[in-house]
């Protein structure tokens, strides 16, 4: 029989290389001048999938929210031995906060329940450019599904419960859950595996529809937009002949309700964005006693740093 197993995957700039060059005078994030990369917890994420499908039989499919560039992820996904990828793509998802994102997620996963039902949903626990771990417990809220966070290993799926091992930050717990479900999964999860040469060689022709428009862009410079459609439609034929065309879906496709979607769909509003260098000069080391830091936070209370 075997488990639908979906892992959630992000294309995320490589933090970890931050130069003078990472910020934008506005504050924002440079993309351009930072290597993208799968993001790390994820890789753990589709390794404990990978790690349950030939424990247990089933069917892994790595799904991506984000622009055609994204496809990279996916198509690291195929390499290490995911079966199926599918690309979310749409301008009208453009600036999605973490719930209009999780919303967006929950109908793609939906979608892929109607041809057959998803039992489990992975996910890193966190990813290192937007930071704030909120997209998974918002993806299982809008499931109704239940959601283990900080997952290290499971131990065994039996009689439709999953039986799994989460970090408290202090210990360890053993959580029992009901299918289907969703994990988040941390870098102390299985070590990741890498890619496979046969399959790296098998896959690395895989392209989504956005991709070949995106190409051909470049290698029919001034061609009528029709010739260019024409073209590919045949490109994309012949990768689906064999089995490399990467499934794009778009909100239509979903059926996600755009009113979710979106600048619409996302309550957070960004009022100002601020570099903040530490300087020496900023620091004040607290005695650790009890009253050294209350009379710490009450400053901080008092300057409108908290509170
Ligand atoms: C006000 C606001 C506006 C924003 N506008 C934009 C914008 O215009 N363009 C833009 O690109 N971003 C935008 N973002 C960022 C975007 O909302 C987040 O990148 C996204 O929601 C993921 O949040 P996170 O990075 O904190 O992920 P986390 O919640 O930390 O991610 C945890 C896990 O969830 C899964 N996951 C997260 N995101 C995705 C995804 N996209 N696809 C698949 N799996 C995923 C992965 O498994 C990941 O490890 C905006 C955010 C805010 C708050």
Redesign the pocket.
Known sequence: MGYNLV??????PDTKRITGEAMLPDGTVNRSALPAIF?P??LH?LELALELKERYGGYVTV?????PR?CDVLREGLERGADDAIL?TDRRA?????????YI?SCAVRQIGAAKPVDMV??????I????????P??AEKLGWPQVTYIEKVEEIADGRVRAKRNTGSGWERVECPLPCLL?VTDQGPEPRPASAKRLMAVKKARSRAEIQMELGVQMPGAAPEAIAAEAENRAAALAAKNLLIKQWTLDDIKADLQWCG?DG?P???KRIQSVVLKGSGFKKVEAAAQPIADMIHELIDDHTIG
């Open positions: 892992v959630l995957v992000k294309q995320v993001n917890e994820d994420a799904v991506t929210m984000g622009p994204a979310i453009g600036a999605s906060d973490t719930l209009a994102t999780s997620l992975l996910c890193g626990r966190q990813a450019d937007g930071d704030t771990a909120q997209v998974p918002q993806t988040t600048r996302s957070t509003k960004v």
